[in-house]
């Protein structure tokens, strides 16, 4: 009898346990090709840099040591070259020691393109291209240039944020 109802216990729990939930958040990322190897980061942060004139719009994403951070005036959907789009790229070690450094390249057209934003939800659709020169950082490890192509961004910005 023992073994019988332990043996139901542990069903129930397991039966518990394995209940699966329908979530239908969405997932957010910034994509891109960087320096033509796959770069995927999940969750970027996001958010105003003034909340309360809701101009510039920051989003930041990270994938282990490596960060992309693109500021751009918002206008809505649309196209931003430089200087309405800034963005930079860096690396740390222990996610606080930098160790390189790279701002836009002034040689190439970087570009930022918001295909879709909702106001009421706060969500943006978009893609980029962006070139980085190196302005800190050994050449034996990190390269002069880094080139993100193809990239890809859905993020909702959260407004309730500020970002310097």
């Known amino acids: 009898m023992r ?90 070690v222990g996610l606080d020691v930098l160790v390189s450094e790279y701002k836009l390249s002034s040689t190439t057209t970087n570009k930022l393109i918001i295909n879709s934003y909702d106001e009421a939800s706060n969500t943006m659709k978009g893609s980029f291209n962006l070139t980085f020169q190196k302005t800190r950082g050994d050449s034996k490890y990190f390269p002069d240039n880094i080139v993100f192509t193809n990239g890809m961004l859905q993020a909702q910005i959260h407004s309730a944020n500020t970002v310097n």
């Open 3 to 92: 073994s019988f109802i332990l043996g139901l216990s542990i069903a129930s729990l397991l039966l518990c346990a394995c209940k699966k939930e329908n979530s239908t958040k969405a997932e957010y990322t910034v994509s891109a090709q960087k320096n033509n190897t796959a770069w995927i980061a999940k969750n970027p942060y996001t958010g105003f840099v003034n909340t309360t004139l809701k101009d510039s719009t920051v989003i930041i994403a990270r994938i282990g040591e490596e960060t992309l951070g693109i500021k751009f005036k918002s206008k809505g959907a649309g196209t931003y070259l430089q200087p309405e789009v800034n963005a930079y790229f860096y690396t740390t």
